[in-house]
């Protein structure tokens, strides 16, 4: 595998665990790689990327749709869990596969309007008066060009209730030079309160072009989050969670959410005892002053908002 390859892995015991024929396949950017220290089979960002055999080990509780999206959906491509909010998934395209995805077995091509179909996602949201926030999600919304996003953008500036826009990227850690200019442009024009909210996991995914990203988002007004996924092997240790705090901080970003893992089918691997995370929070408190501590919380389907952990 190309990946192993330009990590100096191709020759050790982990080449020996690759899925080479995954029903979710490996996609991962150049410049994330760069991140990757090479001869290191346990580097946090490669394990986060890899597909591996045990993947296809189908366990009870893991499942295609751990946090009910389906049943969320009101109508194609618009997922209305919470109260105020409603999410739009804009597509099925993403520029890395996470091995722990929890939208991994997601139907996309049902699911996710084309152009032709935004009018009836438009139009719920414009009938339905409580909706306030509208989130952009996928996939990742920033999978999408400048055009696509602008003419969305301006379709749901005109509904009057609707006063923020939240955006759950990737791109802005694994490809931060997605943050153009004409990205830029749009979001600086927009009456809407723009939120992005990035997802790292591990300190290792902070460098200075991420840096000069973020700089650039908040030089236009936007509000910066992170969300996380709480990892084995990749940040479940006082130590991880506390430098990944410390450097998402230093380039204007909050901690805002630690997600247990959803039980997803084929990341089970991942998963970390809900006592053991309890505990690691409670350590990490101890650390850090409050506003760099995430709030730990987990998704039940169903319920009226994400829960949290004590």
């Known amino acids: 595998m190309e990946l192993l390859h330009a990590l100096d892995l191709q020759d050790t015991p982990l080449a020996q665990q690759l899925d080479m024929t995954p029903n979710f396949r490996l996609r991962v950017p150049r410049g994330f790689v760069a991140k990757m ?179 650039e988002l908040t030089r236009n007004g936007v509000t910066l989050l992170n969300q996380s996924v709480l990892l084995r092997g990749i940040n479940d240790s006082v130590e991880a969670l506390e430098e990944l705090s410390e450097n998402l901080f230093s380039v204007g970003i909050l901690p805002y959410y630690l997600h247990l893992l959803d039980p997803v089918q084929g990341a089970a691997h991942f998963d970390i005892p809900r006592e053991q995370a309890s505990q690691l929070m409670d350590k990490l408190r101890d650390q850090l002053p409050g506003y760099l501590v995430p709030k730990l919380v987990w998704e039940k389907p169903g319920a009226g908002s994400k829960l949290p952990i004590n």
């Open 37 to 215: 220290k090479k001869g290191d089979p346990n580097d946090p960002l490669l394990q986060q990327v890899l597909p591996l055999t045990k993947e296809n080990i189908e366990l009870p509780g893991y499942l295609t749709d751990p946090v009910g999206d389906l049943d969320s959906e009101v109508v194609p491509g618009v997922l209305h869990k919470y109260q105020g909010r409603a999410l739009l998934v804009t597509t099925g395209a993403c520029g890395i596969h996470c091995r722990y995805c929890f939208r991994r077995h997601f139907p996309y091509a049902e699911s996710n309007p084309s152009s032709g179909q935004w009018r009836e996602a438009l139009d719920y949201i414009r009938n339905t008066h409580s909706i306030n926030e509208v989130l952009l999600s996928g996939g990742d919304p920033l999978s999408l060009d400048d055009q696509k996003l602008t003419h969305l953008v301006n379709e749901i500036e005109t509904i009057d209730h609707v006063k923020r826009l939240r955006i759950h990227s990737r791109m802005p850690v694994i490809l931060p030079e997605r943050i153009n200019d004409q990205l830029l442009s749009w979001i600086s024009s927009t009456r809407l309160k723009i939120i992005v909210v990035i997802h790292a996991n591990h300190a290792n995914e902070i460098d200075s072009k991420v840096g000069e990203a973020m700089s």
